[in-house]
């Protein structure tokens, strides 16, 4: 399996702290990806990178922040914690598209 | 950007029963179909995934189907197990991102 890791695994924050989680992934994978996992909804994309600080939105980005300085870190920031987003974030990493994404175990963020 | 649309959102089968679960996907431009078994607590894992230039592709048990022109593509499951029990996710690569279905909870019966 790939290397890709994922931290914390849980956290409990309170509405209106900022929150970062980390991806790290040992692969030199070009591309990742922020994931979130909601009952009835999937797997629906945060941000996703292509490189370097290159990034993009998804379809569930306001609200979230992404920086990637190195190829092997992939950061979330929630900049004002909701309890809408309050879910479980799931981070991938893939070496080219058309292969193979790799997942982390997921952190399960409740926001109170 | 791309959609894709995934049936059904449960699934229940006896053990030796075949299971299929099906998806839609709305960007013609999309190439590659991956589909993803996420057992209790664990990150999604690929299973099986086929290119746009492949009609149909086996591994085992597991076979999945692609049909261009209707843009659908099913994942079929023969000979069902206990341990095949999960949430499975197809997903489609299209605008240089992965976009999933809302998933299947698959669950089969000793």
């Known amino acids: 399996d790939a290397g890709i890791t994922q931290s914390p695994r849980h956290k409990v924050t309170e509405t209106g702290t900022p929150v970062t989680l980390r991806c790290h992934q040992t692969?030199?994978?070009?591309?990742m990806y922020w994931y979130r996992q909601d009952p009835g909804h999937g797997l629906r994309l945060i941000h996703y990178?292509?490189?370097?600080?290159?990034?993009d939105k998804g379809e569930v980005s306001d609200g979230y922040s992404v920086s990637r300085s190195k190829t092997e870190d992939f950061l979330l920031t929630l900049e004002s914690a909701t309890s809408s987003q309050t879910s479980v974030y799931f981070c991938a990493s893939q070496g080219d598209l058309n292969t193979e994404a790799f997942f982390g175990q997921g952190t399960r963020l409740t926001v109170v | 950007g791309e959609n894709v649309e995934q049936h059904p959102s449960t699934l229940s089968v006896q053990e030796g029963d075949s299971a299929v679960i099906k998806c839609t996907y709305s960007?013609?431009?999309?190439?590659?179909f991956p589909w993803y078994k996420q057992e209790l607590g664990k990150g999604p894992q690929l299973i099986i995934d086929?290119?746009?230039?492949?009609g149909e592709k086996k591994d085992q048990r597991i076979a999945v189907t692609l049909n261009k022109t209707a843009k659908h593509f099913s994942l079929h499951i023969t000979e069902t197990q206990p341990e095949d029990s999960a949430v499975y996710f197809c997903?489609?690569?299209?605008?240089?991102?992965?976009?999933f279905g809302q998933g299947t909870i698959l669950t089969v019966h000793p």
């Open positions: 990178s292509y490189g370097v600080k290159d990034t």
């Open positions: 960007d013609s431009a999309s190439n590659y």
């Open positions: 997903a489609a690569l299209g605008g240089g991102k992965l976009t």
């Open positions: 692969e030199n994978h070009r591309y």
């Open positions: 086929i290119r746009s230039n492949v």
